[in-house]
């Protein structure tokens, strides 16, 4: 799959709770994988990047599945906690 189709994308959780639609893509350029998905746009949250990290978004890890919507498992509270480190090197 294209990185590229997964924007528009539905997102749901295991749970089939509706959470929102792809709108941009965190990607960790040194490891070469997807980071997060944002379900705004990253141009649009600048000014208060923990608050979209923490509730606008979904770390890939917890994707289950991609296909006409992407699937993720509930948030266990060690992957819901958005680190100092991650804030600051996306507030840079």
Do not use: C, F
């Not at 509706?18 to 990253?42: A, F, H, N, S, T």
């Not at 680190?83 to 600051?88: A, F, Y």
């Amino acid at each position: 799959m294209k990185l590229s189709e997964l924007y528009r994308m539905d997102i749901y959780s295991d749970a089939g709770q509706y959470l929102g639609e792809v709108q941009d893509v965190i990607l960790d350029l040194e490891k070469g994988e997807i980071g997060r998905l944002l379900m705004v746009p990253w141009s649009s949250s600048k000014g208060d990047v923990k608050t979209v990290l923490r509730q606008k978004s979904v770390l890939y890890k917890s994707v289950n599945n991609v296909g006409d919507v992407v699937l993720v498992s509930a948030p266990s509270p060690i992957t819901a906690e958005t680190s100092k480190e991650e804030v600051n090197e996306l507030s840079r």
